[in-house]
């Protein structure tokens, strides 16, 4: 191994560096659980001694100004070892990329590892976010017997259509000014092959006519279906609720439908998304739904 390649890792078993195309493999097994664009690029710490294995990795590509970046660790590392010169590697590769900042992909909790180590190198909170669970039979019964009151004062003009029938850019403008989810983001859990990405035949746009005046997207993981956009475009609140209810009762009977076909699993949670500030809406309607609201996580930067 040469001096080149064992940077400041801190120990001299320890170098980073990409990958050879051979290794990527190993690599990519560090973040089995995580989803990953296919043009992300990575840094691997290598311990060298007593043979040579990867220990930790950071995948990141650009997104805009900013470098985004999924961290991973082999199981029984110490993370708080290799993370500084992870980082740091990260931060003088996306330099040289021309880009501004680093921003960790996901969200995290406050008493996650990885959010204390990524303060104590500078990082900042840009957003957080508050999530509800609810029990899904609850929310069943509750949007159900709210639909059969006020069913009758949905506008006639309004309809629902599964997001599988449209592109992204459809309902990009609706969402990105309620900061929910950024954009990149949005098209990669739209595509049909994304892996843990939008229920594609549950998630739905809401038209008026032909105007877009609402998006209800949800992701399936195992028994808990996560609600990440919940958004309508009306200024009249009565219009915005009706709105609500009419894609939350869509997404409840298509599931129901699936389930008798015997296309889908049950679900036993839905869970919630809002900014910690905004969308105060989601959580007060979590809460009269019987949820309870979970750790908050937080979206950290750090600028170069």
């Known amino acids: 191994m040469t001096n080149a390649q064992m ?42 001694r007593p043979i040579e294995r990867f220990i930790a990795a950071v995948a990141w590509w650009p997104e805009g100004a900013a470098a985004r970046f999924q961290i991973a660790c082999r199981l029984g590392v110490d993370r708080a070892a290799v993370t500084g010169s992870l980082i740091d590697k990260l931060a003088e590769s996306a330099r040289r990329s021309g880009l501004a900042s680093i921003q960790c992909a996901s969200l995290l909790a406050g008493d996650d590892e990885w959010f204390g180590l990524l303060r104590k190198r500078g990082f900042e909170c840009l957003h957080s976010e508050r999530t509800f669970e609810v029990a899904y039979q609850g929310a069943w019964n509750r949007v159900m017997r709210l639909h059969q009151k006020h069913g009758p004062q949905i506008p006639a003009g309004w309809r629902t259509e599964p997001i599988r029938n449209h592109p992204p850019e459809t309902a990009l403008d609706l969402i990105a000014a309620h900061r929910l ?83 889908d699993a049950p679900i036993r949670w839905l869970r919630f998304r809002s900014g910690a500030a905004e969308h105060r809406e989601t959580a007060s309607l979590a809460l009269r739904m019987g949820g309870r609201e979970l750790a908050q996580a937080h979206l950290l930067g750090k600028t170069l």
């Open 7 to 48: 940077s400041n890792a801190g120990t001299p078993d320890l170098a980073i560096r990409e990958p050879a195309p051979a290794e990527i493999e190993r690599v990519l097994h560090l973040f089995s659980n995580v989803r990953l664009p296919p043009d992300a690029r990575l840094l691997a710490t290598v311990r060298s």
């Open 181 to 263: 989810m950024p954009p990149a983001e949005i098209r990669d859990h739209w595509r049909v092959n994304s892996q843990s990405g939008f229920d594609l035949n549950l998630s739905c746009i809401l038209f008026d006519g032909q105007r877009i005046c609402g998006a209800f997207l949800a992701r399936r993981m195992g028994e808990v279906y996560y609600v990440d956009v919940r958004v309508m475009r009306e200024t009249n609140p009565r219009l915005r609720s009706l709105g609500n209810l009419f894609m939350m009762h869509q997404m409840f009977v298509a599931h129901h439908d699936a389930q008798r076909a015997g296309a």
